[in-house]
């Protein structure tokens, strides 16, 4: 399985400071499985989880790294988690994002869709 962006830049952080994924965990008042979980997409990113890890580097990373931790966070949000989906949810999510790479629009249909589903959670 491949790393988020989150999840490379905080590898890549714990490694230059020394510090593991426990220490991390705890810090941010998550399991270590769940923030591994995020780091390999499994698990939900979330703004809070981005600002934990933060604040468990702002004592020692450089602002450079930081802001790269905040970029990568904000890539990582945009991955869809697609392990709990159904079979035939996951084909449907797989065809539209190849239509929307091949150039295709979504249809003022599914816009409409969309835009209601957006709405009711």
């Not at 930081?66 to 989906?85: H, N, R, Y």
């Not at 539209?96 to 957006?118: C, H, M, N, V």
Request: net charge positive.
């Amino acid at each position: 399985m491949k790393l988020t962006p989150f999840g490379e830049k905080v590898r890549h952080l714990r490694m230059r400071y020394e510090t593991s994924l426990k220490a991390m965990a705890d810090a941010m008042k998550i399991s270590s499985s769940y923030l591994s979980g995020i780091e390999y997409g499994e698990r939900r990113l979330t703004d809070q989880h981005i600002k934990s890890a933060l604040d468990f580097f702002r004592p020692h990373a450089t602002h450079p790294e930081l802001d790269q931790l905040l970029e990568a966070g904000e890539a990582s949000k945009d991955l869809i988690v697609m392990d709990t989906l159904s079979p035939d949810a996951r084909g449907l999510v797989a065809a539209f994002a190849r239509r929307l790479q091949e150039g295709d629009s979504p249809t003022p249909e599914i816009r409409e869709w969309i835009k209601k589903k957006g709405r009711s959670k």
